[in-house]
């Protein structure tokens, strides 16, 4: 499975929207874009997925570039709720034992 | 509401001690899997399974051991648990057809001592 990059830490205002980038320039053709949230303590949450068209559900959009080599998980407009670790990965179903879970990026949202 | 379920959130066991975490899917998933979480390491893989009785190992499954006599039920067992086995343990799912990507449970807080 490829790997992906994101950047350690970012920051937003509260009610702004917040722009989370992923590199995944190995990327093959069959592999979706995942991305997850964990907050404290807690489990990994699904957020959006998708193939190489762009994805809006009721948490957040996917906007994948045309290349498929990287994408962004955009929050529209970010609360105190959305303050977690973010894991952009890369996917395909099956029996998948080699995915490959990065240390995310870690987004604060500020007041 | 689909979930997977492990048994406890906090846990503190003693050194040596024969540690049993359970976790329990009911969304008819195929794959289940087996992490542990610790700071600035990330999710690492323990063990796997993709069927009923089968297992394969994961990059850190020395100390562990698995079970998974029924597709619902995936079990992490530590045979002598040591202090360097203190950590976060995840629990997820996934189908193999479909992409509805893996479901996490709640995790659970292991504290050897």
């Known amino acids: 499975d490829a790997k992906t990059t994101q950047p350690t830490s970012m920051d937003c205002a509260e009610g702004r929207a917040a722009n989370l980038p992923c590199n995944h320039s190995t990327i093959s053709g069959n592999e979706y874009v995942y991305w997850y949230r964990q907050i404290h303590s807690q489990g990994p949450q699904y957020i959006i997925h998708g193939l190489k068209n762009n994805e809006t559900n009721e948490m957040a959009s996917l906007i994948i570039t045309e290349d498929r080599k990287s994408s962004t998980l955009i929050l529209p407009h970010a609360t105190l709720r959305d303050t977690a670790v973010y894991y952009c990965?890369?996917?395909?179903?099956?029996?998948?034992?080699?995915?490959?879970w990065g240390l995310g990026t870690s987004l604060a949202v500020n007041p | 509401d689909v979930k997977v379920t492990q048994s406890s959130r906090y846990l503190v066991k003693r050194t040596g001690e024969k540690v049993f975490l359970e976790c329990v899917q009911d969304m008819d998933h195929e794959n289940m899997f087996w992490y542990r979480q610790d700071p600035g390491l990330g999710l690492r893989l323990i063990y796997f399974?993709?069927?009923?009785?089968?297992?394969e190992k994961g990059d850190i499954p020395e100390g562990y051991s698995v079970s998974r006599e029924k597709k619902e039920r995936f079990s992490l067992i530590l045979e002598s648990a040591s202090t360097n086995q203190t950590s976060m343990y995840l629990c997820?799912?996934?189908?193999?057809?479909?992409?509805?990507?893996?479901?996490f449970g709640s995790g659970t807080r292991l504290t050897v001592v």
């Open positions: 997820a799912s996934s189908a193999v057809q479909g992409n509805y990507g893996y479901t």
């Open positions: 990965i890369v996917f395909k179903a099956g029996n998948n034992r080699k995915l490959i």
């Open positions: 399974s993709y069927d009923v009785k089968m297992k």
